[in-house]
């Protein structure tokens, strides 16, 4: 029920944007992430994007992963 | 990056296993609250990788699972009522309440639309004016915001015809409500990555500072999943238990403020009826005293009879954490996805279910 999953911004139209995942396109509502933008991947919950994905933080978390695996 | 397939890579996950095996000494107790968190865990043979010592209990987070049959039979009513369409999110179709279920009330003519979005209902009451719309409203905090989002539209848009029954639940007054219960002497805690995506980390710190419990925020990929537990074992083997973030591409601490403005501008707390737990203060969303008009009970009038439970499921005990599918005599037997007997058979998230689909080796 709380399933999200990661869309990218293809483009905006006020509150409104079509996202693009794995090529498949879809009208969703940028009410409560007003600050998204073209090109910024979301998480997308019953058409409402939740939340801004922060590449930054992904790729932080991929080299604690990779720092951990150079010891275990 | 699709934010996707770089945390499912097998050998960085074996490396994960390694370090928690090194790590985790003692026999410990693990809840993932989420029924998402459930699903991926079973998906991905997570328990089965666990060393033995870590025992992973599902918890409540599923909210098809944990409403009330009093409440689906107070939907059930309202689709039986002449002139009004019932748009609901396709997990509830099928659940059965007390009498009967909406599958059941649209075979008998009930008009039950199934909507991906709160956008959808909104669209099925600017088509049809002559009739009501009521939109079921379930789910967790990560849902509730787009629910609320669509009163506020509907106020702005001006559609008379639009109402929403709020039976949504909030998360940090049930895992207290669970943790006060005493039954499952939990050691940690993996919170929900979505609702956390709207609340942040910070309403969790209850946790570590008045229970001594672990508690780790993650997202559902394997590796996130897996570095959830690594985290809430380095916790647990230290002694010093905090609100950690796994997911932070998702969740900040802070959470999504837009989202929670949104969420507190239409909803107030109020207590709320959970399947198996009964009533709890303040662990629910109801419409506020300005949007009263959007509340369907003040509009329509229902009568339902006395609820009850169906014989022999024990779907409350599962999602308090103290039993298992396993333990359930119907599960399997009269209980099956294709003709289920309680909710958590219903839903996909629903540990039932998930046991069914995924859990062969257990």
């Known amino acids: 029920m709380c399933l999200a999953i990661p869309a990218m911004v293809k483009s905006i139209e006020g509150k409104q944007a079509v996202i693009d995942i794995d090529g498949v396109t879809r009208q969703v509502s940028l009410e409560l992430t007003p600050e998204a933008k073209v090109g910024d991947y979301v998480l997308l919950h019953t058409g409402f994007a939740i939340s801004i994905i922060d590449p930054e933080e992904a790729e932080e978390t991929l080299r604690l992963l990779r720092e951990i695996s150079e010891v275990y | ?362």
């Open chain 2, 1 to 362: 990056m699709k934010f996707t397939e770089e945390y499912r890579n097998p050998e960085l996950g074996q490396r994960l296993l390694a370090r928690i095996r090194h790590n985790s000494t003692q026999p410990i107790k693990l809840m993932e609250f989420c029924g998402g968190h459930t699903t991926a865990i079973f998906k991905h043979g997570i328990r089965q990788l666990l060393p033995a010592n870590i025992e992973m209990l599902s918890g409540p987070g599923c909210p098809v699972c944990v409403t009330a049959n009093a409440d689906l039979d107070h939907v059930i009513a309202f689709a039986q009522l002449p002139d009004v369409i019932i748009a609901t999110f396709g997990d509830m179709i099928r659940v059965p309440g007390s009498y009967s279920s909406l599958q059941m009330a649209k075979a008998e003519g009930g008009d039950i639309r199934v909507v991906y979005s709160t956008q959808d209902a909104l669209q099925i009451a600017k088509d049809n004016p002559d009739k009501s719309v009521i939109f079921v409203g379930i789910g967790f905090e990560t849902t509730a915001p787009a629910i609320a989002a669509s009163i506020l539209q509907a106020e702005r848009e001006n559609i008379p015809n639009y109402y929403v029954i709020s039976l949504h639940k909030l998360t940090p007054p049930i895992m207290k409500a669970i943790l006060d219960l005493g039954e499952i002497g939990l050691n940690g805690i993996i919170c929900p990555g979505h609702v956390s995506a709207i609340i942040g980390s910070h309403p969790y710190q209850f946790i570590p500072d008045n229970y001594n419990i672990a508690c780790v925020v993650t997202g559902f990929e394997p590796l996130d999943i897996l570095l959830g537990v690594d985290m809430l074992t380095s916790q647990i083997e230290t002694g010093q238990y905090k609100v950690e973030i796994a997911y932070r591409r998702g969740v900040k601490p802070e959470g999504n403020k837009q989202a929670i403005k949104i969420m507190t501008t239409v909803f107030e707390a109020g207590a709320a009826n959970w399947r198996g737990i009964g009533t709890v203060p303040n662990s629910g969303l109801k419409i506020n005293s300005n949007y009263q008009r959007f509340d369907p009970d003040n509009n329509f009038h229902v009568v339902t009879h006395p609820p009850k439970e169906a014989a022999g499921c024990v779907c409350g005990s599962i999602l308090r954490g103290v039993k298992t599918p396993l333990d359930c005599p119907l599960f399997r037997n009269t209980c099956t996805p294709a003709d289920p007997v309680g909710p958590c058979m219903v839903s996909a998230e629903g540990s039932c279910a998930t046991y069914y689909h995924y859990g062969d080796n257990l």
